[in-house]
């Protein structure tokens, strides 16, 4: 019996070092793409109108789907692994506010694929180029209008919400772990707020909208500082088991 229980306990151990050795490798990943997105959001020109969100993806498709946030889609299923690795490192530290902050994460990423329209004004511009008569065209534009509404608050706005509480959280309890550094757990603290205050700036008030900005611009250094530190330790943690 006891040596079924170590053989149990070698089995999970070795399958908590390959979490986490997954978890650091698309945490550097995740890094990556969050780069990508500065560059994305800095090089692509904003569309305002469903007209010109239509001729964007007529030029470029690829060019339309990555201001819908294409590279956060992979963002967030890299963060998955990411996030379970943390859990299992940081429940022991507090139970309670690890698992509503992992729940929160996949609340705020189920809310963020489901509205993400991309794909579905995709498929709109594509009716739209072949589309005979007036009538359609305005019935394909007010679609549009619609589905870069749901892209705006729910996918965007909602789900970024959600998921800077559930960084937030997390982080809180990495400050209160000797597991990781406390770099690594402010440069988490610092991305979630500045995630929620940029959001709360944008939406209260429109004439600070550069303010804004820059704090979406934090987050986001703040978020792959998080990732990196937080990577490394995990890829420490997952060829050298010390939990």
């Known amino acids: 019996m006891e040596h079924m229980i170590e053989l149990e306990k070698k089995t999970d151990d070795e399958n908590l070092q390959k979490l986490y050795r997954v978890g650091s490798m698309t945490a550097f990943l995740i890094a990556i793409l969050l780069l990508g997105e500065i560059f994305v959001y800095s090089l692509i020109p904003g ?7 239509f001729e964007l993806f007529r030029e ?37 506010i690890m698992s509503w902050g992992t729940i929160l994460f996949f609340v705020g ?7 993400n329209t991309g794909f579905s004004v995709l498929t709109l511009s594509r009716q739209y180029e072949i589309a005979t008569t007036m009538e359609e065209k305005n ?14 608050v729910n996918a965007f706005l909602v789900s ?20 990781f550094s406390r770099n690594a757990a402010y440069a988490g603290l610092f991305a979630g707020l500045s995630g929620i205050v940029a959001e709360i700036i944008e939406n209260t008030l429109n004439q600070f909208l550069m303010v804004s900005i820059g704090f979406y611009f934090l987050a986001i250094v703040f978020l792959i500082i998080w990732v990196i530190l937080s990577g490394r330790q995990l890829y420490k943690v997952g060829f050298n088991y010390q939990f």
Do not use: H, Q
């Open 160 to 179: 970024y919400v959600i998921v800077s509480v559930a960084w937030t959280m997390i982080s809180y309890v990495m400050l209160k772990s000797k597991n």
């Open 47 to 53: 569309r305002d109108s469903a007209a010109e969100i």
């Open 109 to 115: 990423i189920s809310v963020f694929f489901s509205n």
């Open 139 to 152: 019935m394909l534009i007010a679609s549009c209008k619609t589905m870069i509404t749901l892209f705006d």
């Open 60 to 96: 470029n498709a690829f060019a339309g789907l990555l201001l819908f946030d294409l590279l956060g889609m992979i963002s967030y299923l890299l963060f998955i692994p990411f996030i379970l690795s943390l859990y299992m490192i940081l429940k022991k530290s507090n139970f309670a």
